[in-house]
């Protein structure tokens, strides 16, 4: 089975430019996540989808983030304009989505984008 | 709110030593709980997992057992190698949206 896709695996910017990052899921999994992950620090989520709809955005800082999923299967998620605070890896990953009980949590993660504000 | 606390690295060990790395949980109703891995310039892998009190997690030698009673869930094994160097996140879900959040990590350098 093919993996998380994510691309591009490394982008360098300035500051107050704009980014996009893309991710393709594992065919049939509803659910979709984007997380970042500082260095030195655990993940954390920013965004989370069940199909094409947002199940938890309250982390993502939405003054300059934005990230959509349009027809439930690839996600794009940008940062306009860009901080250099933003500089973090960020991680895509899926996983067969809500219902599917609490011994199957099949989530899979992307290799991530490496982004480095300047 | 939902949380991981881990202990803070880096943890350094000889190879063949004996690895615990400490990992503490809060969380409403009834967690289940995970271990992932992150090897250099790799991503995230999950290592093992326990769903229920009591359930004991193990994978290439780890090991790690659902302590509902002390709400922890820490990571041993009892001989590391040189290639069991990476960094450690521990990791809850609780809720109906499976949202999984990570402790901060734990560094893991293993000498010959």
């Known amino acids: 089975e093919a993996g998380v896709a994510q691309s591009p695996r490394y982008k360098i910017i300035e500051k107050r430019q704009s980014v996009a990052f893309w991710c393709n899921p594992i065919?049939?999994?509803?659910?979709l996540y984007w997380y970042q992950q500082i260095l030195g620090q655990g993940p954390k989520l920013l965004i989370q989808f069940q199909n094409n709809g947002v199940v938890d955005d309250s982390q993502l800082p939405k003054d300059r983030f934005s990230a959509e999923r349009l027809k439930g299967v690839d996600s794009t998620l940008k940062i306009q304009p860009a901080k250099l605070e933003d500089s973090a890896v960020y991680l895509c990953?899926?996983?067969?989505?809500?219902?599917?009980?609490?011994?199957?949590?099949?989530?899979?993660f992307g290799s991530g984008t490496r982004l480095t504000v300047v | 709110g939902n949380s991981v606390t881990q202990m803070e690295g880096p943890v350094t060990l000889s190879e063949e030593a004996f690895l615990t790395i400490n990992c503490t949980y809060t969380a409403t109703g009834y967690p289940s709980l995970f271990w992932y891995v992150q090897y250099p310039g790799e991503g995230l892998q999950l290592l093992l997992k326990a769903t229920k009190a009591d359930d004991k997690g193990s994978n290439k030698g780890f090991e790690a057992t659902y302590r509902k009673e002390t709400t922890s869930f820490h990571l041993e094994k009892g001989s590391v190698q040189v290639s069991d160097s990476a960094v450690y996140f521990c990791a809850l879900v609780s809720g109906g949206y499976n949202k999984l959040i990570f402790g901060a990590g734990t560094r893991l350098a293993v000498h010959p």
């Open positions: 065919s049939g999994h509803a659910t």
């Open positions: 990953a899926s996983s067969l989505g809500k219902g599917q009980g609490r011994r199957n949590y099949g989530y899979t």
